[in-house]
């Protein structure tokens, strides 16, 4: 694992699930973390968790699909901890309906939260890393939804391909800055979006079965990809689309 000692890292959605997963992991590396999530509750049990590794631990209630929250977290995050090097956009919403009957209010309950809230939140970040000077990383957390079909949640994978074109744009116009841009796919992975527990033991075999790990990931499964995404002497490494999936996606 890379050294993050001396790294600020926020993670969006980081109260739970893939985004508590990354957060454990870049504090375990060294960095302090601040957390956004709309749930207090959830918030202050996440916070406590982090805690326990020994860095410095911010949780904040943001609803990433209000840009007056996004600008207001980002500024609280940056007074509390004095600078961000690194920003995971991760919170997600999920949703299902059978495209004919997807009213255009479901298309855009999914789409504000998936896709303009992580549009408002690299902006912001990238704001500040640019008056920095310094460099630092910004990370899209898309899904495999965005390389295989979804029925039913169109809205969902459509974002999350978004999430895929918008990194590899700021890829390229940031890359002056020492500004990189990737992206992280998960697969089926255990979290309150996706709960086995609560899910057709039919489809949790069928998924598994494709999986060449055999198994469904877990959040603490994208732990290292966020520590090497948000390690800073990964200089040449930008535009990208790191899949963590167990191979579903090749099988």
């Known amino acids: 694992m890379a050294d993050l000692s001396g790294l600020v890292v926020v993670v969006t959605g980081g109260n739970g699930g893939i985004g508590l997963g990354m957060a454990t992991a870049v504090a375990e590396a060294g960095a302090d973390v601040v957390i956004w999530g709309r749930n207090g509750d959830k918030n202050a049990a996440a916070e406590a968790e982090l805690r326990a590794t020994g860095r410095r631990v911010l949780a904040l209630e943001c609803d990433v699909s209000d840009e007056q929250q996004i600008i207001d977290a980002f500024a609280a995050s940056v007074a509390a901890m004095g600078k961000v090097d ?108 996706l709960d086995p527990s609560t899910s ?27 520590v090497f995404l ?14 963590v999936d167990g191979g579903y996606t090749v099988f």
């Open 86 to 193: 690194s920003l995971f956009a991760n919170a997600g919403i999920g949703g299902y309906a059978p495209f004919v009957d997807m009213s255009l209010a479901e298309w855009r309950r999914v789409q504000a939260v998936n896709l303009d809230g992580v549009f408002l939140s690299l902006r912001e970040a990238a704001r500040h890393l640019v008056e920095r000077g310094e460099g630092g990383s910004l990370i899209g957390v898309s899904s495999t939804s965005a390389i295989h079909g979804a029925p039913g949640m169109e809205h969902y994978a459509s974002a999350k391909a978004g999430v895929t074109a918008l990194i590899r744009s700021c890829a390229v116009e940031l890359a002056r800055h020492k500004i990189r841009c990737n992206t992280i796919l998960p697969g089926w992975t255990e979290s309150g979006m």
């Open 230 to 243: 948000a390690d800073p002497t990964n200089l040449f490494h930008t535009g990208d689309q790191l899949v």
């Open 200 to 226: 057709s033991p039919t489809f949790i075999e069928n998924t598994t079965k494709r999986t060449p790990v055999r198994r469904w990931g877990v959040p603490a499964d994208l732990g290292p990809a966020a």
